[in-house]
C-alpha cells in the first residue's frame, strides 16, 4: 500500500514539474521570465521550458498591431467653444521587456498623453480650423505620443481623430450658415446661368447679322459682276457685228472696184456705208477734214448712179 501512495505522489510531482516546466507560447506573442523576481530572458513562440519554483511568467505580450479607443475627450477651442473629441490609437508593441517594466501600463499612459496633448493642440485652433483639421490634430498627438512611448516599447503606428461634435446650439447654427451658403450659391448659379444665356443669345444675334450682312454682300457682288458681264457681251456683240458689216462693205467695195467703178465712186459708195454704219445708236463715225473737201465732187457721182437708176 505504502508503495502505491508512494508511485501516485512520483506521479502527481512529475505532472506538476511538468506543468510548471513546460510552456508554449503561441504565434506574434512573448512572455517575459523572471528568475527569483528578477528579468532573465523572453520566452519567444513553441516550446519553451522553465525552472520551476525559481522560474516564472511575468506577462505576455501580443506583438500584433493593437488598437485603443481613447474615452470622448470635451475640449475648449481658441474662441471658447466646447466640442468632444473621440480617437483611435493604433500601436505596437516593439520591446516587451521595456514595455513591462518601463510603465506599469502602457495603455493608459497612451490614453493619458492623447487627452493632455488633445486639449493643448485644440486650445490653439478655432472651431472651424478644429473641424478642417483633422490631419493635422492627428499627426500633432502621433509625434506627442511618439515622444512619450519611445521608452515604454511601444511604437505608435497611427492616430485617428474618428468624430468632433460641437454643442447643439453650435451645430443649428452652423446648419443654419450651410444652408444659407447653398442658397447664395445656387442665387450665384443661376445669375452666372442667366448672363451666359445673355451672352450666347447676344453672340448669335451678332453672328447671324454678320453672316446675313456678307450674305448681301456676295448677291450684290454676284449682281454686279453679271451686269458687268452681260454688258461685255453685249459690246462683244455689237463689235462682232460691226467686224461683219464691215467685213461686208469691204467686200462689196472690192467687188465694185473688180467691176471697173473709178475711185470717185468707190469713195462715194464708202461714204454711203459709213452712212448705213452711223445709223446705229451706239455708234458713232468721225470723218477727217480733209475727207470733206472730196464730199462736193461726189455729187455729181451721186446723181449719175441716180440717173442709172432711173
Known amino acids: 500500500m505504502a508503495g502505491i501512495i508512494l ?96 510603465i506599469s ?16 493642440i485644440i486650445g ?25 512611448t519611445e521608452k515604454w516599447g511601444v511604437r505608435i503606428e497611427r492616430v485617428e481623430v474618428v468624430d468632433i461634435k460641437p454643442p447643439q446650439d453650435v451645430q443649428e447654427a452652423m446648419e443654419k450658415q450651410m444652408k444659407a451658403e447653398r442658397n447664395k450659391r445656387a442665387i450665384i448659379l443661376e445669375a452666372e446661368a ?12 451678332k453672328q447671324s447679322k454678320i453672316l446675313k450682312a456678307e450674305g448681301d454682300k456676295e448677291a450684290a457682288i454676284r449682281e454686279a459682276e453679271g451686269i458687268r458681264q452681260a454688258k461685255e457681251l453685249v459690246a462683244i456683240g455689237n463689235a462682232k457685228a460691226l467686224e461683219i458689216v464691215a467685213e461686208a462693205e469691204k467686200k462689196r467695195v472690192e467687188a465694185l472696184r473688180e467691176s471697173g467703178l473709178n475711185e470717185q465712186v468707190l469713195a462715194y459708195k464708202s461714204f454711203e ?11 458713232k463715225v468721225f470723218i477727217p477734214s480733209n475727207a ?11 446723181e449719175i448712179f441716180k440717173e442709172k437708176r432711173d
Open 7 to 102: 508511485s501516485i505522489l512520483l506521479v502527481i510531482l512529475v505532472v506538476v514539474f511538468a506543468a510548471l516546466s513546460v510552456k508554449i507560447v503561441p504565434q506574434q506573442q512573448v512572455g517575459v521570465v523572471e528568475r527569483l523576481g528578477k528579468f532573465n530572458r523572453l520566452m519567444r513562440p513553441g516550446l519553451n521550458i522553465l525552472v520551476p519554483i525559481i522560474d516564472r511568467v511575468r506577462t505576455y505580450h501580443d506583438l500584433r498591431i493593437q488598437q485603443t479607443t481613447v474615452p470622448p475627450q470635451a475640449v475648449i477651442t481658441r474662441d471658447n467653444v466646447h466640442v468632444s473629441i473621440d480617437t483611435i490609437i493604433f500601436y505596437q508593441v516593439i520591446d516587451p521587456e521595456q514595455a513591462t517594466y518601463g
Open 292 to 302: 470733206v473737201e472730196v464730199l462736193g465732187s461726189l455729187g455729181a457721182v451721186g
Open 105 to 120: 501600463n502602457y495603455v493608459n499612459g497612451v490614453r493619458n498623453i492623447t487627452s493632455a496633448t488633445m486639449r493643448q
Open 194 to 205: 442667366a448672363r451666359q444665356d445673355t451672352i450666347l443669345r447676344a453672340e448669335g444675334d
Open 273 to 283: 456705208a459709213l452712212g448705213e454704219i452711223a445709223k446705229g445708236p451706239a455708234n
Open 124 to 148: 490653439k485652433l478655432e472651431l472651424d480650423e478644429t473641424l478642417s483639421g483633422r490631419e493635422k490634430i492627428s499627426s500633432e498627438i502621433r509625434i506627442a505620443l511618439d515622444e512619450a
